[in-house]
């Protein structure tokens, strides 16, 4: 072959290598009681960073499902196909426990654990990750219905993926859906038009349309509807369970429109509903359905929030892969001092997020256990977070990608797959005004979640100055808010700052110092620009790399 088509100076693939191979998340677990599932973690992370499980990731992603609203007869089907690679990657996080194992483990830690594995495995392949995580979501919704969660719970918690159209009380496992935004509503979703009459049995005939419905090919849904009035009770918004086949083996009312032509998360559907007198069961009291669907809510919020963080892990990982690999300039790229300031920025941004993510998740271990200070830390600091976090993994996965320069964009590479996939953490569950405005809600609701907030940021006082400053400021700013005009004008300020001082809090405490004083100087002391590449010129890059750094990458 011509001597022009040898290949030099590019990176070699990159693959066996484990997403489990990182001190932030390893010492987290440790920390916070989930280090009894370091094990399983550091198995799940080897297998998301195998050859075949990348290979299942790709497909998955480049073989979108497809809509089959009729069979070659003419039959109403309402199905949606997907390739095997989506099929193998469910049966992996299901069988991993990723989805809602934790509600059936009595372990403390339990929690933390499924965050990580969910963080390791969500940088192999994110679409399908939304039905595991409204699955995980789905239980203690569920639980405002004793009789109905002590039914589909065990199947929801079981280990078994076991796709396909049957009734869901006779299957070995379970997936849950969640169909509450309208056209005309979006997030509002108390603009449901979605009507619920009851049946006289228990049941309620539904019928509307819904906007976006995540995974359609689930097995049962939370709904919400508007219900009339039954038996004395109010009526109003209701959350509803429905499933997509009833007890008696037929199709319940539920046409499949079209799917959503997405930006990102391609290998997953999202539907377009209408329901036509669709059989449901209500779940919690009657009227009070965004009551009872908020804890789902918050549910995937954290897991917004964990797989931002591994997004970014991820495009950490291949920047740093991929410049250690590539020469410019007689010099390895990643020892080139303007390098080595991007690299370094990208890593103090992705430990952050990791750090915070996992302290939520811990949080939610302790609150399930009683601790009311820990849930009412959780309550703010998961608003805060979800904004934050997830705004900031757009700019860190365009800031990765630029490190492979045009290598990175191109498919290939699959950094194109994260840059799609980074906007959709910050719009699920709420985009970034919906979740700035529940800080607020929070700070003014539940002063004991303020409290809890600086008990927390307090256990690292006087370690840091420049902490300790921000602290000053972010109090001098919170006395701003009385004026509920004002409130709303400086909401993202006061989000943004409730995040990156907590996350200066847990860098200070539990991290190497050179990362903890490169993002006290940069985040909180105003040592830094708008763009990533721009620590002082005293922050300790080596270290902070070397961190980094996977030990085991090729």
């Not at 191979?21 to 799940?44: K, T």
Request: aromatic share 6%; proline share 5%; glycine share 10%.
């Amino acid at each position: 072959m011509s001597a022009t088509h040898d290949v030099f100076n590019q990176a070699p693939p990159l693959t066996g290598f484990s997403t489990a191979d990182e001190p932030a998340l390893l010492e987290a677990l440790r920390r916070d009681g989930g280090g009894w599932g370091e094990a399983e973690v550091r198995e799940l992370g080897a297998r998301a960073g195998s050859e075949e499980v990348q290979e299942w990731a790709r497909t998955a992603e480049a073989s979108p499902p497809v809509l089959r609203t009729h069979d070659r007869y003419g039959h109403r089907i309402d199905e949606v196909e997907f390739h095997p690679a989506w099929h193998r990657l469910m049966a992996a996080a299901v069988g991993s426990g990723q989805h809602a194992a934790p509600w059936a483990e009595a372990r403390p830690g339990a929690h933390l654990v499924r965050a990580a594995k969910f963080y390791v495995w969500a940088q192999a392949e994110a679409g399908h990750g939304c039905p595991v995580s409204m699955t995980y979501a789905a239980v203690p919704a569920l639980r405002a219905q004793p009789e109905l969660a002590a039914v589909y719970e065990p199947l929801l918690a079981s280990r078994t993926y076991d796709f396909g159209l049957r009734p869901p009380l006779g299957k070995r496992g379970l997936i849950a859906g969640m169909s509450m935004t309208e056209k005309q509503g979006g997030s509002d979703v108390r603009a449901n038009t979605t009507r619920a009459v009851p049946t006289g049995d228990g049941s309620y005939a539904i019928t509307g349309h819904k906007w976006f419905t995540s995974a359609p090919m689930s097995d049962v849904f939370l709904v919400l509807a508007q219900a009339e009035p039954s038996k004395g009770d109010q009526g109003g918004l209701t959350c509803f369970l429905m499933p997509r086949v009833l007890p008696d083996g037929t199709r319940n009312a539920m046409r499949l429109q079209r799917l959503k032509d997405k930006l990102g998360n391609r290998s997953n559907a999202s539907a377009e509903i209408e329901y036509e007198q669709a059989l449901a069961w209500p779940v919690g009291e009657p009227g009070r359905g965004v009551r009872t669907i908020v804890e789902m809510v918050n549910m995937t919020r954290l897991d917004c929030v964990t797989g931002s963080a591994a997004g970014m892990r991820a495009g950490l990982r291949q920047a740093l892969h991929h410049t250690a690999h590539r020469r410019v300039f007689g010099a390895e790229l990643i020892d080139q001092p303007l390098m080595r300031n991007v690299l370094a920025d990208l890593a103090v941004e992705s430990e952050a997020a990791t750090a915070l993510a996992l302290r939520l998740a811990a949080a939610l271990d302790r609150s399930l256990a009683g601790d009311e200070r820990e849930a009412a830390l959780r309550r703010l600091a998961l608003a805060a977070g979800k904004y934050w976090v997830c705004k900031r993994g757009s700019a860190h996965a365009a800031e990765a990608l630029e490190c492979l320069g045009g290598n990175g964009y191109v498919e290939e590479s699959g950094m194109p797959r994260l840059y799609r996939e980074a906007p959709l953490l910050s719009i699920w569950e709420g985009s970034g005004n919906v979740a700035t405005l529940d800080v607020l809600r929070a700070l003014t609701r539940e002063p004991a979640s303020l409290d809890a907030y600086f008990a927390e940021v307090a256990l690292a006082a006087g370690a840091d100055a420049r902490l300790d400053a921000a602290i000053a400021r972010l109090r001098a700013l919170l006395g701003e808010l009385s004026d509920p005009h004002r409130a709303q004008l400086l909401a993202r300020r006061v989000a943004e700052q409730l995040t990156l001082v907590l996350q200066g809090s847990l860098l200070v405490r539990h991290s190497a110092p050179a990362v903890a004083d490169a993002f006290c100087a940069s985040r909180l002391g105003g040592e830094w620009g708008n763009a990533f590449g721009t620590l002082p010129a005293g922050a300790d890059l080596g270290h902070i790399l070397d961190r980094a750094r996977p030990k085991d990458t090729p």
